[in-house]
């Protein structure tokens, strides 16, 4: 997914701060999100699609839109949150963007040419919800931190220099962004190296009340058992299974944590969970605390700890 932001108004950095998290968390923010990966790996759910993220990519999450962070396995990940209060924020497909993106490389080629005109649009861009700007990894930490230092100064410019901070952050982006579309051919987009996989993902996420199988997982990405086993294995240090498992722990600790009400015989029924003990057991494996012990330790919401 594309979206064409505006930057004709100075954006407002509303709150910046680093994490390092291997917790599931979920919440709909009223601004929109910049997130940088300074470490470690996290996946994403948002507009009912799963994203892997690896250190140096960046995730942009438009204002009021649900998503669901989830750790991978055990690994803990850094994360840079920048809230930002953006204008118009518009919601583009593939082609949209292309055809966005070459308008106005003609209209600068026009106006050239005539030596008169405007860009009637001079201050949108285009931002894909996951970029790798590379050749800005080394630079976006430090941009971050510059965005934290001055909040913490509280200077009379600091809102300035953070709306600043924010811009530059969003280019980088931006100009990924571009680099991308530039590398695509026009007419279809570039196969996603990671599509096969993301498949697989969405799948587990749309069945994990339901005990699906290898076979399952492999007819849809048309993998052989081996591969499918060697590419998680690659990617998440575990077996299909074993993912699948975790995952439904996780949703789990997610219905104790919004329905406290709810018994560990519920959940575990919710959860397509025929046998309670079996339950459990495996929730105690991944966990190292049973459903009863998880539900009594559960704390009020404290954005700090998110």
């Not at 931190?145 to 530059?168: F, P, Y």
């Not at 690659?234 to 439904?248: D, I, V, W």
Request: charged share 25%; proline share 5%; glycine share 4%.
């Amino acid at each position: 997914m594309y979206y064409e932001i505006d930057l004709s108004r100075l954006p407002e950095l509303v709150n910046i701060y680093s994490v390092r998290r291997r917790t599931v968390w979920q919440i709909v923010d009223p601004d929109s999100l910049l997130i940088f990966i300074a470490d470690g790996r996290c996946q994403i759910t948002t507009d009912n699609r799963d994203y892997l993220l690896r250190k140096g990519d960046m995730f942009f999450i438009p204002a009021k839109h649900h998503y669901i962070r989830r750790p991978v396995g055990n690994e803990f990940c850094t994360l840079y949150y920048a809230h930002i209060k953006l204008g118009e924020v518009g919601q583009l497909d593939y082609m949209s963007a292309r055809d966005m993106l070459d308008a106005r490389r003609r209209a600068h080629i026009d106006r050239v040419i005539s030596l008169a005109g405007q860009d009637e649009r001079p201050h949108r861009y285009i931002i894909k919800e996951l970029t790798h700007p590379a050749l800005a990894s080394d630079e976006l930490p430090g941009l971050y931190e510059a965005a934290i230092e001055s909040r913490l100064k509280n200077h009379l410019d600091g809102q300035t220099l953070e709306s600043t901070l924010a811009i530059r952050m969003l280019l980088l982006a931006a100009n990924d962004t571009v680099s991308e579309l530039d590398r695509d051919a026009p007419e279809l987009p570039s196969p996603d190296p990671n599509l096969k996989l993301h498949k697989v993902l969405s799948y587990i996420r749309l069945h994990a009340k339901e005990n699906i199988s290898l076979d399952d997982l492999c007819q849809v990405c048309n993998f052989s058992k081996q591969h499918l086993i060697r590419v998680f294995r690659s990617e998440f240090g575990k077996t299909p299974k074993a993912y699948f498992l975790e995952y439904r722990v996780n949703i789990a600790k997610e219905l104790f944590y919004r329905n406290p009400h709810l018994s560990v015989k519920e959940v575990a029924d919710e959860m397509g969970f025929v046998d309670q003990h079996y339950f459990t057991r495996l929730f105690v494996k991944l966990t190292g605390s049973t459903p009863s012990e998880y539900k009594r330790h559960l704390i009020t919401f404290d954005p700090s700890k998110q």
